[in-house]
């Protein structure tokens, strides 16, 4: 499974090289967001808060009739879990290059998107269902989201994300959220 996310991983930051495509108007500006999310574990969940910026970079010509654009995704957060019956903080920050499709030729106020990147912990992330060895993880996110407003300034997307240390140190149960994102562009 780990060679699997690393092939992911190689494939998408050799996509990001070859540069990013044809920023629509509502992509090439820089950007502020706020999210929150949570675990799918049942009575277990934990959640997430966080803010960040997406820094656009690289724009190139549209890409197989729709717009490509890559950009940087520098985030803070906070999780929140289940812990010996109380619930546990832990802060993270991080960084992520994300590449960006937007349908119809870069027009379509719909888009996908995929990334990967590090983050870094202040400890441990224990819950009472998953204990991570590393306070360094790797991370993936896929997301759908749709621009809306004059030059499409406000995005609501819905993102997918995964972190693990790769196998780096056991035990390394890895964690995924559901993330909905709010983003305001300049």
Known sequence: MHNNRMTMAAALL???ATGAAAQGRQDASPA???EGGQTLHGSGN???AGIGVMLPWAPNPSWQGGARSFYWDLFASQW???YEGERRSISQI???ATWRYRFDGGASPWFVEAGIGASVMDRLYRTDGRSFSTTFQFTEAIGAG???GT???HELSLRLQHFSNAGIKKPNPGEN???LRYAYRF
């Open 32 to 34: 502020v967001y706020v």
């Open 14 to 16: 050799a996509l990001a």
């Open 94 to 96: 991080g960084a992520i």
């Open 46 to 48: 934990s959640q997430m």
């Open 80 to 82: 929140r879990g289940p």
């Open 177 to 179: 959220f559901v993330r």
């Open 146 to 148: 749709y621009s809306f």
């Open 151 to 153: 030059h499409g300034r």
